[in-house]
């Protein structure tokens, strides 16, 4: 591991704060945090920036799954500038979750004063807590200490706190003891392919899509993000389907296509990936379980071999992205730790 790179060092520490996390759940009284959980006549609406929008998306599309009620995810930007379309008038009620890491975003925190003053009830999600945490009864707090720019193990710890959540509100105590065991079996995963993934990522791409479909495809944005962020290298996402849709007029020899495979939509999402080698791009696999013909062709194969649900796997889907970002920025001679343009907390005076 390269000590040298914080970056590196909360990526890979991700089994022991998972652990932490989940430990906290299990002994937390979180049922309290959300009273109106059980009535389907209210929405739930996450709400985020960046990252936290991504995180969002995707604790949005598992709630749907778990508790089978309405829910969405909105960008903050759009409560500030669109407000009359995320909470039309006559809607039925709603409950908002706001998810900072460091509570400190200025249009998550601008989106809190909205609802304060309309007298809306919320719950906030974050990592360090401050202003955020200070605005609200109900505070979902991952205890996890980031030092780095980007958010890698702050993602994937307030989105295992929002699945355990869902799972709670659901009474789904199988899903629960599922993310349970998901520290031990990304320490086995770690073990087994960071060495390849820091090999691949020294390979140069003038383009990069990652696709993903359902709960996957906030999964694949964060990934081009992570890229992103970490490499300063132009990355993409999209649903995996809709990529042949025009966008596969990117694939070619410079390009690395990157696909978060299913296990449910298998046949059809790998597909896309094989095309896209048969039309001269690198592909990258992240799946359950591959077939033959995706083992034989894959540049770059994660196979998790996972035995929990589908939606419980979408926390380890990330991680790959995380690593081959910061390999890849390394590679080019950047700091994983000190991206071009950016700081750890978005503010806007």
Not at 224 to 237: G, W
Not at 259 to 285: H, N, P, R, T, W
Request: hydrophobic fraction near 45%; glycine fraction near 6%.
């Amino acid at each position: 591991m390269r000590e040298d790179v914080k970056t590196l060092v909360e990526i890979k520490s991700q089994p022991a704060v998972w652990q932490q996390c989940l430990d906290d759940l299990r002994s937390a009284d979180l049922r309290h945090l959300a009273p109106v959980h059980a009535s389907h006549d209210i929405e739930w609406v996450f709400i985020g920036c960046g990252t936290s929008f991504y995180l969002a998306q995707a604790a949005a599309l598992s709630f749907t799954a778990l508790l089978k009620t309405s829910v969405r995810a909105v960008p903050a930007s759009e409560i500030l500038l669109n407000p009359w379309l995320v909470f039309p008038r006559g809607a039925k009620s709603y409950y908002p979750v706001l998810i900072s890491r460091s509570g400190h975003t200025s249009e998550v925190l601008s989106a809190a004063e909205i609802l304060r003053g309309q007298h809306v009830p919320f719950l906030a999600v974050t990592c360090d807590g401050r202003e955020l945490a200070d605005m609200t009864d109900s505070v979902l707090r991952m205890r996890v200490e980031e030092h780095s720019t980007v958010m890698t193990s702050s993602f994937t710890s307030m989105l295992l706190g929002l699945q355990y959540l869902g799972a709670t509100f659901a009474d789904n105590q199988d899903f629960i003891e599922a993310l349970q065991v998901l520290p031990k079996h990304l320490e086995r995963l770690l073990e087994a392919y960071d060495k390849e993934v820091s090999t691949f990522a020294r390979h140069t791409f003038e383009d990069i899509a990652m696709l993903g479909q359902g709960p996957l495809y906030p999964i694949a944005a964060e990934s081009a993000l992570k890229v992103m962020e970490e490499s300063s290298t132009f990355a993409q996402y999209f649903h995996t389907l809709e990529f042949r849709h025009g966008p596969k007029s990117i694939a070619g020899s410079s390009t690395l296509v990157g696909g978060l495979i299913s296990e449910s939509g298998y046949d059809a999402e790998s597909a896309v990936l094989l095309e896209m080698k048969e039309l001269g791009s690198q592909i990258f696999a992240v799946v359950n379980t591959a077939g033959e013909a995706l083992r034989k062709q894959a540049n770059l194969l994660i196979e998790m071999e996972l035995p929990v649900p589908e939606l419980a796997r979408l926390v380890i889907y990330v991680v790959w992205a995380q690593l081959l970002g910061s390999y890849h920025g390394i590679k080019k001679g950047l700091n994983p730790d000190h991206p071009r343009n950016l700081s750890r907390v978005v503010t806007i005076s």
